[in-house]
């Protein structure tokens, strides 16, 4: 049977997917772990402590790590990552007057898969601790279980981001997701990408969490489907209903005591729960950990290659000489067409999971018939939206 080259919602069987996550996590799997609670391998980082400083120890423990993020359920627990809490206190009181200075400002930040209300979100908080706080940010990140399942994943030379996530008393719950990159795609534009992007997606972005406080199942610990990282056309099926309605049938929720974290496969179906408890102010770091390998061999001047490119280009169009496959073809060759790295504080995703890219705005100015002053405006304050 010839493998597909595209995936869509259409081509997507929830009884598929459902035989991948009817199985459990042996200790087979996980011969490391303390122990393994809702098919989630819990690892007692201070008892791991002396083979993560032996350099052949720690390539085995990664090595176990990353069948688990890759074949295995998808997810894992580092408890106690940080047997000393105070780095977590101490950033913790950074964010929260972060929140309440953005919040002042501007409302605070939005979530990408949660309604706005008592949620907080920092867009950022990797730069905002260390720009604001450096003397905490040292130890905060001086953690080298962290390091260690980072490197396992990615490999080295990884790039850490960070975003904040606070879920007071009364937080609604995310809908079920994958996550970033084809997951913070539109399902029209994910559909565009090849089978085997789809596969490759999940290898080039760890996804984590670090508790900050304590978090019991009632204040909404991340809802986690072990093994759904392996259903490849996940991407495309996440949004439909009969998924998502499966996902919560069967989703697991781990506790978290403050200075755990944990860390999924990007492709895991999950979801942030719903806060119910009386009191508990659930903050989690999420650590968005990028590959060093998702990046161009050479710098361009896309703003001033498009730019160059526009008048003639748009002539072309208005002329009738290109076809509208030519005209995307250049505007492809010349213009940023991904909205990421950007600053989502002042680029927000307004409408969508993701910002408007500097083609799309150039295929506006083409289609629309912009003057070149406007579009240099145009670009002008969309770079100017993006710088930190």
Not at 6 to 29: G, I, P
Not at 58 to 81: K, N, Q, T, Y
Not at 83 to 105: G, L, N, S
Not at 297 to 311: H, K, N, P, V, W
Request: proline share 7%; net charge negative; charged share 20%.
């Amino acid at each position: 049977m010839t493998e597909p080259a595209w995936f869509t919602e259409d081509d997507c069987n929830l009884r598929d997917m459902a035989a991948l996550c009817d199985r459990q996590t042996s200790a087979a799997m996980a011969p490391s772990a303390d122990r393994i609670v809702s098919k989630i391998p819990i690892y007692d980082i201070p008892a791991l402590g002396q083979r993560l400083a032996d350099m052949s120890e720690r390539r085995a423990l990664m090595a176990e790590w990353a069948h688990i993020l890759r074949s295995g359920p998808g997810v894992l627990v580092l408890s106690i990552a940080y047997a000393d809490t105070a780095p977590i206190d101490a950033a913790t009181a950074v964010y929260e007057e972060v929140i309440r200075q953005e919040k002042a400002a501007q409302g605070g930040g939005a979530d990408h898969f949660a309604a706005s209300g008592a949620n907080d979100r920092i867009w950022n908080s990797l730069a905002k601790l260390g720009l604001a706080a450096p003397e905490v940010f040292v130890p905060y990140f001086a953690c080298p279980a962290i390091d260690a399942v980072c490197e396992a994943w990615l490999g080295p030379g990884y790039q850490m981001t960070a975003q904040v996530n606070v879920v007071r008393p009364g937080g609604a719950a995310q809908q079920a997701h994958r996550d970033y990159h084809l997951g913070f795609q539109t399902a029209e534009l994910s559909a565009r990408y090849p089978a085997h992007v789809h596969d490759l997606s999940p290898v080039l972005t760890l996804q984590g969490g670090i508790a900050h406080v304590d978090t019991p199942i009632e204040s909404g610990p991340t809802k986690l489907l072990p093994f759904s990282q392996l259903y490849r056309p996940g991407y495309a099926a996440w949004r439909r209903d009969d998924f998502r309605a499966y996902f919560e049938e069967h989703h697991v929720q781990v506790p978290l005591k403050k200075g755990d974290a944990v860390f999924f496969n990007p492709a895991l179906f999950h979801a942030a729960g719903s806060n119910d408890s009386a009191d508990v102010q659930r903050m989690v770091n999420l650590l968005q950990v990028s590959s060093p390998f998702g990046r161009a061999m050479e710098s361009i001047d896309r703003t001033g290659l498009s730019l160059a490119i526009f008048e003639p280009l748009q002539a072309a169009w208005q002329a009738g000489r290109l076809t509208q496959a030519e005209r995307d073809a250049v505007i492809a060759a010349s213009a940023e067409g991904y909205s990421f790295p950007t600053n989502l504080d002042t680029d927000p995703p307004l409408g969508g999971l993701a910002p408007k890219t500097q083609a799309a705005v150039l295929r506006e100015a083409v289609v629309e018939g912009w003057v070149t002053e406007r579009l240099a405006e145009a670009f002008a304050a969309q770079n100017a939206r993006r710088l930190p």
